[in-house]
């Protein structure tokens, strides 16, 4: 997706273990989220970014933290990662908020052993 | 917070007959209510979107209406073709979350077959 990537595509870690995933943009959008996508569940917020070291919890947060130290780059990290968070992880930006412009990434495919 | 509820999770219609699929949200104060395709293996795609203070929205084969009285919306897909197979989420705008910008709470989604 033009303007957003993440990294890695894939990782296989194993239980107890910390993991970084890597979302960068290059639209300099305010707004940065991290979501978790399961079956049977959508899109569940994890972290919210509404600039510069100024992040938030959304719906799913415990055993996630994040951090923003520049605008382009929003990093998740599971501080030690569980077979639960076993998931696809989606970033998404949005220049004015309000839901609009959300753009997302191609995800990363996270799996826990 | 708010909640999202999407209807049915899965669809499946023959090639040229329309689709329907149905949210509803509980958040009375959510404003902006879009749709998102998603293929295999990539990231959701903003399809079609409206804002409260409008009841239907066209592009081509796609419509969306809002109810905002019963607080429920939904995507319409005319003709389908087999190329519209795909998950469709839908979406609203939700203030539960302080300083968010208004952070998109999502249903569960739609599967939807185009068979030939």
């Known amino acids: 997706d033009a303007g957003i990537t993440q990294s890695p595509r894939h990782k296989v870690t194993e239980t107890g273990t910390p993991v970084t995933l890597r979302c960068h943009q290059t639209?300099?959008?305010?707004?940065m989220y991290w979501y978790r996508q399961d079956p049977g569940h959508g899109l569940r917020l994890i972290h919210y970014s509404y600039g510069v070291k100024d992040t938030d919890k959304g719906e799913v947060s415990d055993g996630y933290s994040v951090s923003r130290s520049k605008t382009e780059d929003f990093l998740l990290t599971l501080e030690s990662a569980t077979s639960s968070q076993t998931s696809v992880y989606f970033c998404?930006?949005?220049?004015?908020?309000?839901?609009?412009?959300?753009?997302f990434g191609s995800g990363t495919r996270l799996t826990v052993v | 917070g708010e909640n999202v509820e999407q209807h049915p999770s899965t669809l499946s219609v023959q090639e040229g007959d329309s689709a329907v699929i149905k949210c509803t949200y509980s958040d009375s104060a959510s404003n902006y209510f879009p749709w998102y395709k998603q293929e295999l293996g990539k990231g959701p795609q903003l399809i079609i979107d409206i804002r409260s203070n409008v009841g239907e929205k066209k592009d081509q084969r796609i419509a969306v209406t809002l109810n905002k009285t019963a607080k429920h919306f939904s995507l319409h897909i005319t003709e389908t073709q087999p190329e519209d197979s795909a998950v469709y989420f839908c979406a609203a705008s939700s203030p539960s979350w302080r300083n968010s910008g208004y952070a998109l709470n999502f249903g569960k989604g739609t599967s939807l077959l185009v068979t030939p």
């Open positions: 998404a930006i949005s220049e004015n908020g309000q839901g609009l412009g959300y753009t």
């Open positions: 639209e300099n959008h305010r707004y």
